[in-house]
């Protein structure tokens, strides 16, 4: 059963950083390309990095240089370093494939709160 458990998360001031965590299982972590994905309130989930297996990496514009997606093989575990934090990055985050497949789910994601 394809799950995933997302950690990490908090409540920072603007500058700070967080490390997030998404322990997957063995199915998730067989997909190439697994990603973090954010939702703000009232806003559509967007992807904010991504990477595969051999180390390819994507960031949305907007946390280029900011932040740092990581994961390991061995463990099973997706990671996404956020450092100088801004208030636009408050969100709900969560830990995904990139491919969609039939009863692709989400997990309870971890919320990350910035403040001013």
């Known amino acids: 059963q394809a799950q995933v458990v997302e950690s990490g998360g908090g409540l920072v001031q603007a500058g700070g950083s967080l490390r997030l965590s998404c322990a997957a299982s063995?199915?998730?972590?067989?997909?190439?390309?697994l990603g973090w994905y954010r939702q703000a309130p009232g806003k559509q989930r967007e992807l904010v990095a991504s990477?595969?297996?051999?180390?390819?990496?994507f960031y949305l514009g907007s946390v280029k240089g900011r932040f740092a997606i990581s994961r390991d093989n061995v463990k099973n575990t997706l990671y996404l370093q956020m450092d100088r934090l801004k208030p636009e990055d408050t969100a709900d985050y969560y830990c995904n494939t990139l491919a969609s497949y039939p009863g692709r789910s989400w997990g309870q994601g971890t919320q990350v709160t910035v403040s001013v």
């Open positions: 063995g199915i998730i972590f067989s997909y190439n390309g």
């Open positions: 990477i595969t297996r051999d180390g390819n990496t």
